[in-house]
Antibody
Framework: QVKLQQSGAELVKPGASVKLSCKTSGYTFSTSYMSWFKQIPGQSIEWIGMIYAGDGGTGYNQKFKGKATLTVDTSSSTAYMDLSSLTTEDSAVYFC?????????????WGPGTMVTVSS | DIQMTQSPSSLPASLGERVTISCRASQGISNNLNWYQQKPDGTIKPLIYYTSNLQSGVPSRFSGSGSGTDYSLTISSLEPEDFAMYYCQQDASFPPTFGGGTKLELK
């Protein structure tokens, strides 16, 4: 069965960077799409961007360009998101989710989320 | 970006009750509307895709409808596990955007 396992909670200092991971299993990762999302506790969900594992092609929400960088490692079926120059406004839960394209594009499997806390 | 407005933001309801959550887009989205459920532990799963298609494994008490700018999610008879947050999401225009959420609470 499809599973998305995300890395553990992070406590980072302002100005630092953090790399989150999303390890997948149960499907063919190398020909799939993955998206990442931000959710501040008590608020709605924001789409950060997406990556196609086949060629590493990416698409970003303009709001997160320069903040987030998406990559994949097909040898380990893992997606990554780098968040740079962190501020307290980046404190949130970050989710990865697979994009299904058949019969329609939507986010069909989600990871449990990774809490990132930015604090000095 | 397309703005998605959900109503109500909070919905107290009883077991067995029929409830409807509404979602309005700031412009027409041609049925490119999905619904997600988020449990208190943070777990998110899809319920409905492309307005009215039930995700595999989702109970048939969930249904979706709508067109143009106005969409809705209906739960025909509430079960204990249905008390959660619900989000609509549009996929008609880049970037995908979500509604503000509806918290379905036990009355």
């Amino acid at each position: 069965q499809v599973k998305l396992q995300q890395s553990g909670a992070e406590l980072v200092k302002p100005g630092a960077s953090v790399k989150l991971s999303c390890k997948t299993s149960g499907y063919t990762f190398s020909t799939s799409y993955m998206s990442w999302f931000k959710q501040i506790p008590g608020q709605s969900i924001e789409w950060i961007g997406m990556i196609y594992a086949g060629d590493g092609g990416t698409g970003y929400n303009q709001k997160f360009k320069g903040k987030a960088t998406l990559t994949v490692d097909t040898s380990s079926s893992t997606a990554y998101m780098d968040l740079s120059s962190l501020t307290t406004e980046d404190s949130a839960v970050y989710f990865c989710a697979r994009i299904t394209t058949v019969p329609y594009w939507y986010f069909d499997f989600w990871g449990p989320g990774t809490m990132v806390t930015v604090s000095s | 970006d397309i703005q998605m407005t959900q109503s109500p933001s909070s919905l107290p309801a009883s077991l067995g009750e029929r409830v409807t959550i509404s979602c309005r887009a700031s412009q027409g989205i041609s049925n490119n509307l999905n619904w997600y459920q988020q449990k208190p532990d943070g777990t998110i799963k899809p319920l409905i895709y492309y307005t009215s298609n039930l995700q595999s494994g989702v109970p048939s008490r969930f249904s979706g409808s709508g067109s143009g700018t106005d969409y809705s999610l209906t739960i025909s008879s509430l079960e204990p596990e249905d008390f959660a947050m619900y989000y609509c999401q549009q996929d008609a225009s880049f970037p995908p955007t979500f509604g503000g959420g509806t918290k379905l609470e036990l009355k």
